[in-house]
């Protein structure tokens, strides 16, 4: 298995700009989850799935983020409008049994608001 | 609800020298234990997990835990370390049953000196 993927790695915009953030799962895993790290608040869970259902949102920081898991191989996260704060390093990770066994976790997104 | 404290924030150690990183976790039931490590620029990556069974779990890269119950504690060693054991690392609980996502803890950086 190719592991958990995001693309794209490196992603550069300006503020007031819709940012979309990509993340293919394992498959087999049915739960997802998207987290943002930062130097100043560390690793943060935003929002997680279970079946593509959302589960927890209370992460997201503010109304301009939304995510999405149309199906189990497949979820975005969304930023409209960007903003400078926003600039961080978005993991997407994904597990089974609930993550009993652990979550494996993407390469990330480092994005980068201006 | 569970929580992680991760005791140290960075822990200098000489190449070569062991090191014990510090993690108490707080939990009314029983719950999975896990440590992760994240290099420079990469996401992060199993160590090693305490599900049940012998306290003692080894992982990769010549690491190992202690489950401590009586003491709420999960500390991660390694006799010997490497320039290369430079990273980020996280300790992380889930409860093992009911539906809550890994809680993490704030992170301790290890870096090797030679």
């Known amino acids: 298995d190719a592991g958990v993927i995001q693309s794209p790695r490196h992603e550069v915009t300006e503020m007031g700009q819709e940012v979309t953030l990509r993340c293919k799962p394992i498959?087999?895993?049915?739960?997802l989850f998207w987290y943002r790290q930062t130097m100043m608040r560390g690793l943060e869970l935003l929002i997680y799935?279970?079946?593509?259902?959302?589960?927890?949102d209370s992460g997201m920081p503010e109304d301009r983020f939304s995510a999405k898991m149309p199906n189990a191989s497949f979820s975005t996260l969304k930023i409209q409008p960007s903003e400078p704060r926003d600039s961080a390093v978005y993991f997407c990770?994904?597990?089974?049994?609930?993550?009993?066994?652990?979550?494996?976790f993407g390469s990330g997104t480092r994005l980068t608001v201006v | 609800a569970q929580s992680v404290t991760q005791l140290d924030s960075q822990v200098p150690v000489f190449e070569e020298a062991p090191v014990e990183l510090r993690c108490n976790y707080s939990?009314?039931?029983?719950?999975?234990l896990f440590w992760y490590v994240q290099y420079p620029n990469q996401g992060l990556q199993l160590l090693l997990k305490?599900?049940?069974?012998?306290?003692l779990v080894k992982g990769i890269n010549g690491f190992e835990a202690e489950f401590n119950k009586s003491q709420t504690s999960f500390h991660l060693r390694k006799p010997s370390v490497h320039i290369s054991d430079t990273a980020e690392y996280f300790c992380?609980?889930?409860?093992?049953?009911?539906?809550?996502?890994?809680?993490f803890g704030k992170g301790t950086r290890l870096s090797v000196i030679a």
């Open positions: 990770a994904s597990s089974y049994l609930r993550g009993r066994y652990g979550y494996t």
């Open positions: 498959s087999g895993h049915n739960s």
């Open positions: 799935f279970n079946n593509n259902v959302p589960i927890d």
């Open positions: 939990s009314s039931v029983s719950v999975y």
């Open positions: 305490y599900l049940s069974g012998s306290t």
């Open positions: 992380a609980v889930i409860v093992n049953s009911g539906n809550t996502p890994l809680v």
